[in-house]
T-cell receptor, first 110, second 113 residues
Framework: AQRVTQPEKLLSVFKGAPVELKCNYS??????LFWYVQYSRQRLQLLLR??SRESIKGFTADLNKGETSFHLKKPFAQEEDSAMYYC????????????FGQGTTLQVKP | EAGVVQSPRYKIIEKKQPVAFWCNPI?????LYWYLQNLGQGPELLIRYENEEAVDDSQLPKDRFSAERLKGVDSTLKIQPAELGDSAVYLC???????????FGQGTRLTVV
């Protein structure tokens, strides 16, 4: 079964601390992984996707097929990073459908 | 550019009443999605359109939900009759084509009382 698991509902860190939002997936084909972010009172928006291998707003994520993980990392958290983060799974057999995890709320304290 | 526009933003109705949500995708986007987001959960796909054709509606509860995308542009999602468990946020998204970035609307928060 295709599934995305985000084990933490809430992650609270202090400003300047490193952040790692965990995401594990289950998929039989060639996966495409995404991180979406939703800031307070804003719409859901794409943060990054694994195929682009970009660093967006200081965040990076590496696809680890051996561990079926796509953890989101940032070395130094900022208060403006506080938001809800969703990991999402697409792929060739999903035909455009995204399967989302339950989301993790990141709270960066001053 | 306004992005994906949804209306209304909020809707409160009594159970057994009908309700409709409207979505205007980004101009030129051929693919349109309706997602359901329950409280504390991630979005779940209800239906996906390629132009005016519904190509994936396997998760749409067809006994009470219906959707249409006339002329391959705007789309409407309807619930009739609504049940208490339908209270959720209904998200519309669009993308230029399959497997390109999906852009989401602000969502419609439905409360059924």
């Amino acid at each position: 079964a295709q599934r995305v698991t985000q084990p933490e509902k809430l992650l609270s860190v202090f400003k300047g601390a490193p952040v790692e939002l965990k995401c594990n997936y289950s998929y039989s084909g060639s996966p495409e992984l995404f991180w979406y972010v939703q800031y307070s009172r804003q719409r859901l928006q794409l943060l990054l996707r694994h195929i682009s291998r970009e660093s967006i707003k200081g965040f990076t994520a590496d696809l680890n097929k051996g561990e079926t993980s796509f953890h989101l990392k940032k070395p130094f958290a900022q208060e403006e990073d506080s938001a809800m983060y969703y990991c999402a799974l697409g792929g060739s057999s999903n035909t455009g459908k995204l399967i989302f995890g339950q989301g993790t709320t990141l709270q960066v304290k001053p | 550019e306004a992005g994906v526009v949804q209306s209304p933003r909020y809707k409160i109705i009594e159970k057994k009443q009908p309700v409709a949500f409207w979505c205007n995708p980004i101009s030129g986007h051929n693919t349109l999605y309706w997602y359901l987001q329950n409280l504390g959960q991630g979005p779940e796909l209800l239906i996906r359109y390629e132009n005016e054709e519904a190509v994936d509606d396997s998760q749409l509860p067809k006994d009470r939900f219906s959707a249409e995308r006339l002329k391959g542009v705007d789309s409407t999602l309807k619930i009739q009759p609504a049940e208490l468990g339908d209270s959720a946020v209904y998200l519309c998204a669009s993308s230029f084509t399959l497997n390109t970035e999906a852009f989401f609307g602000q969502g419609t928060r439905l409360t059924v009382v």
